[in-house]
Each structure stands twice: as structure tokens, then as C-alpha cells.
């Protein structure tokens, strides 16, 4: 079997202005990135075809090193619906290069189900995420220079600044720094230092913007800390919220590109789950709406993190009504939930296979919540038994679930259709299922207790001394009536990354609260969750490479 990026670069590609004809884009309205990419002008958002447009969201159980393949199946859905006769697009978030050169190697799909030119998707893209880190660090060094000027100087406490700079790497060096030493005319000594730009309260804001007047706005918004006398000090004091937004002025506008088999593809914004809302931007949800009758669209790792934030955050925010839930599984990854080690999880083990049902049944449970009776996606591998993948038919059957295999790895589109049949008639069913999990005007303790205990399964929450502290300054500045965006593992459904299968009986331990109130949220970190990851003992980085023609190999 050839490689994911042998596979990308074997398929003969096709010049975007083709895949924009799909969507009835005229060619004069692309903003071309050589042949194969081009960015779209917001003008071609229509809000009343979004209204009848179905929106699908692919989400899946917790992750596991086994991997799950929510990219792959969302490509591979949308590919199956181009081909029982629906007009069909997948939008999707950008890779991050810390992942890339880090554990995964690549973020595009896989197998037959993958979005192209992978390389390019994979490898800076069309500049999004740069221009979001200039925003963001512009921000930075505009603090900092304020906090040294003599004329002009707002007279910010450099202790209550909690804006650090970003980047777009793995770099565990970077998470506690300080800056400003050499002496009075290298800046004022403090203590601060670097988030993963998917982390970034910029990016973060770019993802819930409805156009670039509202992300000026919004970027405006954005809390710094507070003066010496106690004064909040927000981005638009310092007057950064122009030249920021004209930063962002391309990256603004989503990107069209297409999967392997031809089928248009909107990718754009690239927030991480386990930190951020992890999903792709409002307008690029729209866009899709806009310009095709199915989308398909997922959220980062597991239900009670991209889909809660899905549904919670974006949905509410850009007025969205989703229409139908797929949960990817594997039986692998169920096997892991169920004690089976990693290095066996291609033997067959029906014991351990039962055992993980737990968790797939808490990810069901938790999209209940949410209005939906969703569809189990089956993602299969080689090593998959046919007995093993009747007994998660039967457990399903048995919840009156319904489950479909999906084989969009192997055979791209045609792997999917029974899935794509049978999210058609879910579709069908379901014109206005969703409704969210708590209102914005609770109090901010009832949000996270809701999402804690219904999502997770907790018990109770704690919160430490700081986050009380942290919460009573946010209501104080009259900011209560913002969403929830908890940081927390994505590895368990708890707040313990070790916590495998369905965890019970636990208490969430609050330890600090960021405001993000350019995006509208506030974080509150769960754990020892980190916003800057560090690379792992073999980065992928270590196998990717060029030949002298530039044929790039190692993404996978």
C-alpha cells in the first residue's frame, strides 16, 4: 500500500478554477494561490441559503494512540455524498506546523480520503496561520513598548499581563521566559512567554468573526491587564486593533482546494480542541452553506471537547443548526479503552472490544444532550475482525444507534456511501434537533459545572484559590454573559490524561481561568493541560525530506 503523500502525489490534480465551477464560483471572484489553491471573497456568503443548508459534524471517541480518523472519514463522507448524486463540501481546519513536524506528520487525511495538494496544505498553506501570529505578536511588542514609553504610557502593571507571544512550533524551551533584560533601554524585566499560535486568542477570535469589521472589533476586545490604579486595559487602548485586522486582511477570506477526488474543499482557521474551540472558522462554515447543499465539517478530537465547543460556542455564536452527528470509531481504539496494550491491538480481542464500549457509549450519550441520535462510522482497518466489527454492529443495534462501516481509507468515496445513505436520511429527520447545552447568561460557574458533569461524567468541580480570584475579576469587568471554552487532556474523558475508558466518580480541578474576550470565551484550564506543546522523543520532522526535483516525502 502506498503512503498517504505517495497517494497525494500519484492523483492527478485538477486547476482550482475547475472545482470552483462546481460551486458556480465565476473565476473573475478567486483569489488564486498558484494552480491548485485560491482564497474566496466573503461577498459569496448568502444567509438565507445557510438556513437551508444541512450542516453535518463529524466528532469521534476519545483518542487514543490507535488514531481515529475523523479527517479521513469527513473526507471520505464528503466524497460519498458527491457520489449518490449530492452537491457536497468539506470544510476543515488548517494543520498546525507543530503537529506536523512534531507527532502526527501531516493533518490532510488519509488513504483514498485525503484533501490536495497535501504538501501545501500541510506545509504554510496559504499564510493564515503566519498572519495570525504577526497579529498576534504585534499585539505583544505593542505592550511592551508602551510599558517602556514616557509620553504616552497607559501605565500597565507589567505583572497582570497575561498576553504571551506565539508561534507555530513545538517549543516546550519557550513556555516561561523573560524578556526585557540588558538594561533600561532593552525594556522593562518580566515574566512571560510563548503559546502554540493555535492557541492564540487572535486565532481564536478570527474563527467566531462574521467579517473583517467585526474581527477590528473584536480584536479591540482583547484584555490586556490592568493599570497601576486597577483600570482594565483592553487592545483598543493601545490603538492596536487597525493595523492588526490589516494583518489579517487575506487571512480573513477561507481557502478552496479539493480532495482526491475532485470534490471541493474549504479549509480555513486552525484553533487546537484540547485548548481552544477547535473549529474551523464561522465564515467558512457559512461559505460552504452558502455555495453547496451538504457540509460536512469536524471538530478536534472527542465529543466533549470539539463537538461540546462545536455546538456551544460556534453554533450559538454563528447562528448555525446543525443537522446530523457522526461519531468516529474504531475497533482498535475501543480495544485500548478496554485495557488491550498497544502493541496487540491488531489481534483480535472481543473481550477488550466490549470492555471500550463504555466509551462510546458516553460519546453517544453526551450528543443526546445536544438534540441528536447520532450515526457510529465504524472506521476500519486491515486488522479488523468480522467478528470484532459484528459486535460493535450488535452493541449498537442494541442502543438503537445506527452504525455504518466506513472504508473511505482503502476505497476513498466509495468506501463511505452506506454512511452517506444513511446520514442523508438522518438529515432527513432532523430540521431542527439541536438545541445547546446551557444559555450564555448563566453564571459562569453553572456553564462549567454543566459541561463537566454532563459532558465528562464529573461529579463536581473544584477550582483553586486563583481561578475564584480569576472568575470574580471577569464578572467585575461585566463580562459574565461570555461562553465557556475549558481547556482539558484530550486523551480521557476526565481531567486525568491516564483516566482510559469511561471514567466515573471524579472531581475537575479548575486551577486558573484566561479571559478571551476578543473570541467571547473564557478558558478555564482543567489539569495540567499545557498551551505549548514540546516535540516528542522522534519528531516527525526527523523523517520528512526533499529531492533535488523538490518531491517532497515523511508527511503522512
Not at 314 to 322: A, D, M, T
Not at 352 to 361: P, R, T, V
Not at 393 to 399: I, S
Not at 475 to 502: E, F, P
Amino acid at each position: 500500500m502506498k503512503s498517504d503523500i505517495e497517494i497525494a502525489q500519484s492523483t492527478k490534480i485538477q486547476p482550482i478554477v475547475n472545482i470552483a465551477k462546481q460551486l458556480n464560483i465565476p473565476e473573475d471572484d478567486l483569489e488564486l494561490y498558484g494552480k491548485y489553491k485560491a482564497k474566496l471573497p466573503l461577498d459569496l456568503i448568502d444567509e438565507e441559503k445557510i438556513k437551508n443548508g444541512k450542516l453535518i459534524l463529524v466528532t469521534a471517541i476519545t483518542p487514543t494512540p490507535a488514531g481515529e480518523g475523523k479527517t479521513t472519514t469527513s473526507i471520505g463522507l464528503t466524497q460519498a455524498l458527491n457520489k449518490i448524486g449530492k452537491k457536497a463540501t468539506v470544510v476543515l481546519r488548517e494543520p498546525s506546523l507543530g503537529p506536523v513536524f512534531g507527532i502526527k506528520g501531516g493533518a490532510a487525511g488519509g488513504g483514498f480520503s485525503q484533501v490536495i495538494p497535501m504538501e501545501d496544505i500541510n506545509l504554510h498553506f496559504t499564510g493564515d496561520l503566519s498572519a495570525v501570529e504577526k497579529a498576534h505578536n504585534l499585539l505583544a511588542a505593542l505592550i511592551d513598548n508602551n510599558i517602556q514609553l514616557k509620553e504616552g504610557n497607559l501605565g500597565i502593571d507589567p505583572r497582570t499581563v497575561e498576553w504571551k507571544r506565539v508561534m507555530d512550533m513545538n517549543e516546550r524551551a519557550l513556555r516561561d521566559i523573560v524578556i526585557g533584560l540588558g538594561g533600561p533601554k532593552q525594556g522593562v524585566p518580566r515574566e512571560t512567554g510563548f503559546h502554540i499560535t493555535a492557541a492564540s486568542e487572535v486565532m481564536a477570535t478570527l474563527c467566531v468573526a462574521k467579517d473583517l469589521q467585526d474581527l477590528k472589533k473584536r480584536l479591540g476586545n482583547i484584555f490586556i491587564g490592568y493599570t497601576y490604579d486597577g483600570k482594565a486595559v483592553f487592545a483598543r487602548d493601545l490603538k492596536a486593533e487597525g493595523a492588526m485586522t490589516v494583518l489579517l486582511k487575506d487571512a480573513i477570506k477561507p481557502n478552496l482546494v479539493q480532495t482526491l477526488e475532485g470534490n471541493p474543499a474549504i479549509i480555513h482557521g486552525g484553533p487546537f480542541a484540547n485548548i481552544a474551540q477547535g473549529t474551523n472558522t464561522i465564515i467558512a462554515t457559512k461559505m460552504g452553506l452558502s455555495l453547496s447543499d451538504y457540509v460536512v465539517t469536524e471538530a478536534g478530537f472527542a465529543s466533549e471537547l470539539g463537538a461540546e465547543k462545536f455546538f456551544n460556542i460556534k453554533s450559538q455564536f454563528g447562528k448555525l443548526q446543525p443537522k446530523a452527528v457522526v461519531i468516529v470509531a474504531t475497533i482498535r481504539a475501543l480495544k485500548y479503552h478496554g485495557g488491550a496494550k498497544l502493541a496487540e491491538l491488531s489481534n483480535e480481542n472481543l473481550e477488550a472490544l466490549n470492555k471500550g464500549f463504555e466509551n462510546l457509549d458516553k460519546h453517544i450519550e453526551n450528543m443526546t444532550y445536544f438534540g441528536f441520535k447520532p450515526i457510529v462510522a465504524i472506521n476500519k482497518f486491515t486488522s479488523d475482525t468480522d467478528a470484532e466489527v459484528e459486535l460493535l454492529k450488535k452493541h449498537c443495534d442494541n442502543l438503537d444507534v445506527t452504525v455504518a462501516l466506513n472504508d473511505s481509507w482503502a476505497l476513498g468515496g466509495d468506501g463511505a456511501t452506506e454512511l452517506a445513505e444513511k446520514v442523508v436520511a438522518s438529515v432527513s429527520e432532523c430540521s431542527s434537533c439541536f438545541k445547546p447545552l446551557y444559555e450564555l447568561d448563566w453564571s459562569f460557574e453553572k456553564k462549567i459545572e454543566t459541561i463537566a458533569t454532563k459532558m465528562y461524567g464529573a461529579k463536581d468541580v473544584e477550582y483553586t484559590v486563583k481561578a475564584k480570584s480569576q472568575l470574580q475579576k471577569i464578572n467585575d469587568l461585566g463580562l459574565q454573559n461570555l461562553a465557556v471554552c475549558i481547556a482539558k487532556t484530550q486523551k480521557s474523558l476526565s481531567d486525568d490524561m491516564h483516566k482510559k475508558g469511561r471514567p466515573r466518580d471524579f472531581t475537575v480541578k479548575i486551577r486558573e481561568i484566561e479571559l478571551s474576550s476578543g473570541a467571547g470565551f473564557i478558558v478555564p484550564i482543567a489539569g495540567t493541560i499545557m498551551r505549548m506543546p514540546g516535540l516528542p522523543s522522534k519528531p516527525s520532522a526527523e523523517k520528512i525530506d526533499i529531492d533535488d526535483n523538490g518531491n517532497i516525502t515523511g508527511l503522512f
